[in-house]
T-cell receptor
């Protein structure tokens, strides 16, 4: 069965304390892996798309990487404004399958 | 561009009532989809459409109907609301299958 699993469920970091979020997936025909950020009461906001193993994308303090089984979202020197829920999703043919997300809190 | 818009933002229904959640996009996207988001369950696909006149079921389609008569609009109908349909509903669109999906702001629905 196609599945996306994110870990940890929740993560508390001190401002400046770097860490990584994990997204592992099993899907029969990967067409892309997507990272989104979701703030409370808002819709998911697109961050990155990764299509093949070894690919990396960066945006400010965020860097996403992809292997054949999982993706990591690395957060370098996070700030309180990085606090949000981060969602991972993969396409299986014509449907997007989401993980349950990692809720990140960054404290000053 | 307004992107993906959804109305209403909030809605309270009684069990058995019907209603339509509206979704529109002005990006000329072919692919549109509806998700529901519940605590601990993540986003789950309800229905989707790869183009006008074409719709298909997602993971949790029971109790919901959709139609796609134009490229811009993709309404979601609840025929007889149940408390289990209390959730936050998101509409999304993308240029095509496999492309990045862009989400609307959501509709928070409570069924009493």
């Amino acid at each position: 069965e196609d599945q996306v699993t994110q870990s940890p469920e929740a993560l508390r970091l001190q401002e400046g304390e770097s860490s990584s979020l994990n997204c592992s997936y099993t899907v029969s025909g990967l067409r892309g892996l997507f990272w989104y950020r979701q703030d409370p009461g808002k819709g998911p906001e697109f961050l990155f798309t990764l299509y093949s193993a070894g690919e990396e994308k960066e945006k400010e303090r965020l860097k996403a990487t992809l292997t054949k089984k999982e993706s990591f979202l690395h957060i370098t020197a996070p700030k309180p404004e990085d606090s949000a829920t981060y969602l991972c999703a993969v396409y299986n043919t014509d449907k997007l399958i989401f993980g349950t997300g990692t809720r990140l809190q960054v404290f000053p | 561009n307004a992107g993906v818009t959804q109305t209403p933002k909030f809605q309270v229904l009684k069990t058995g009532q019907s209603m339509t959640l509206q979704c529109a996009q002005d990006m000329n996207h072919e692919y549109m989809s509806w998700y529901r988001q519940d605590p601990g369950m993540g986003l789950r696909l309800i229905h989707y459409s790869v183009g006008a006149g074409i719709t298909d079921q997602g993971e949790v389609p029971n109790g919901y109907n959709v139609s796609r008569s134009t490229t811009e609009d993709f309404p979601l109908r609840l025929l007889s609301a149940a408390p289990s349909q209390t959730s936050v509903y998101f509409c999304a669109s993308s240029p095509g299958v496999g492309d990045t999906q862009y989400f609307g702001p959501g509709t928070r629905l409570t069924v009493l």
